[in-house]
């Protein structure tokens, strides 16, 4: 499996590069600091799985993750990042990732996101699921409400 990291913290890749690069199917780890460096190496490299974060200079997660998907519809998308909150998690999901996970994930955690990915799946971390349903729950409340 080839990934591709986009995440302007040069730390922060250089750790997250070491702990995949002990997962046996990991083959190829590939970093990009912006989305506008990540678009441009798209066209030489074409990774299994593209490991994005949102708040970046240049060019964030969002709008690199909505012209990345145009280009290459194929290609899956991991949100991993510190932000959970509403905003961030339905312009992804609708942006069309496949996964939402936050940084501080485990190890564990990131194995199993990236199998399940590869193997077609979508991966979302127990918080962004818990975002999810609060607020399906809520526009069910809000809709009852106006119901009645």
Known sequence: MDLMIVDDHKIFRDGL???LSHFPFVKNIYEASDGREFLDQLG???PDIVLMDINMPV???IETTIEAL???PDLSIIVLTTFHNDD???QMML???EGYMLKRSTPEEFEKALLKVQA????FSDEIVQVVMTNLNRMRTEKEQHAN
């Not at 077609?120 to 991966?123: T, V």
């Open 17 to 19: 590069k070491l702990l």
């Open 59 to 61: 060019m964030g997660g």
């Open 95 to 97: 942006a069309g990732v």
């Open 120 to 123: 077609g799946g979508n991966y």
């Open 70 to 72: 145009e280009r290459y």
């Open 88 to 90: 961030y998690v339905e």
């Open 44 to 46: 030489e490299v074409k």
